[in-house]
């Protein structure tokens, strides 16, 4: 496969991932009756995140350095285990009697979680950093993609509120990665491929 080709194909995914996150995010909240369609979109923006992920390090790899191949193992295994967690959420938990649910978080559920949610954070943080290093894409999305995944991150702790600025905070950074894929639209470098 031509790697314009690969790049077109990663941005396309992360614009899907992009808008599936903020779609799911905006359908999913105390206000409106419960979505399957939310689930469903909610389940598979994270796994279309990977392939967008993939795509925007191979983008920048060679500006990114060490550093950007450090974030981008760490970012896309926490990634891969979200996934995981977003599925059980969304197709298990919410299903299961409430007391079920709270003995399964008395046990090693909780720190589980918790453990995936801290190793997406920190590979989140490494390859923001190294993305805002490399300069290949617009730093604003990089904030957003840090900022939004942070609140993510911490939604146990947070208001609703701002748990949903936040991941539409991701999902806007998500699309914005997206679209440069998928446009070919490099600051300051020559484009690949």
Known sequence: MAPATLFRLSGLAGILSGLFTIVATLLINPFLPYSPAADAVGTVAPVLGLFVLAGAYLWQREESGRLGGIGYVVNAFGLALIVGVEFSTNYILAFLDAG??????AGPTRPAFLAIGVVFLVGVVIFTIATIRAGVFPRPAAVLYVVGFA???FSRFLPDVIVTIGQTMAGAAI????????????????SPG
């Open 151 to 153: 609140l993510f991150t």
């Open 175 to 190: 699309l914005w990665f997206g679209l440069t894929l998928w446009t070919g639209s490099r600051k300051g470098v020559a």
């Open 100 to 105: 079920v649910v709270k003995e399964l978080f």
